[in-house]
């Protein structure tokens, strides 16, 4: 663990030495503190007795895996959760990401990389908590009218585009399969295609960039989804 005591702690769960001493490096350079486990079997119990800010968690871990522990976090807490993995299979994304997992990234990656969205979840997670209709950064949204502004310019949306911006905009930066997001647009759960979630991401788009035309507000994420983020990207 790093000396400084007075910054975020943030759980590493890693097997391999050598790469979570260099995460431990970048961290710390980023102005968090960090603690390392490099067995599965180790971590409901380090939580339970520790308060870290986030968890770097591993899949391929000894003694118990990480989409196993992922789901026993989350059924006692709700501490942010970055997968990282080699496993790339899209069923593993979207599984990890049901189970409550916050992001979820691919090795190799770069450190730096990591440490931004350990940074990205981390300032989502403070935003949270803002209700619906208040102002986030790029857009305000109005549910009564089915309408979006950015404080001068408005467009209007049809009911399943407002319903998908608002599920997407509660939680900027979290990502959703299109499995998620149409049990959440079409509650009387009517049958309809990953292409039709596309459409709508589309259109809405489209709609979205009359007001923001040099921002792109909904990013797709490979092989897994769609995420709202109203910060630029950092790059790696």
Partial sequence: MTDNTNAPLI???EDEQRLAALLADYLHAGGYRSAHLAEGTEVLEWLRDHRPAL???DLMLPGRDGLTL???IRAESQIPIIITTARVEEIDRLLGLELGADDYVCKPYSPRELV???KAVLRRQQVSAEPVGAQSGAIDLDPARLRVSD???TVELTAVEFA???TLHRAPGRIYSREQLMERIYRDRRVVSDRTIDSHVKKL???LAELHPDRELIHAVYGVGYRYEDQPDTPA
Avoid: D
């Fill in 11 to 13: 759980l590493i769960v």
């Fill in 55 to 57: 968890v770097l968690l």
């Fill in 70 to 72: 992922c789901r026993e």
């Fill in 116 to 118: 931004a969205r350990v």
């Fill in 151 to 153: 404080g001068e310019r």
């Fill in 164 to 166: 998908l911006l608002e």
């Fill in 205 to 207: 788009r489209r709609k």
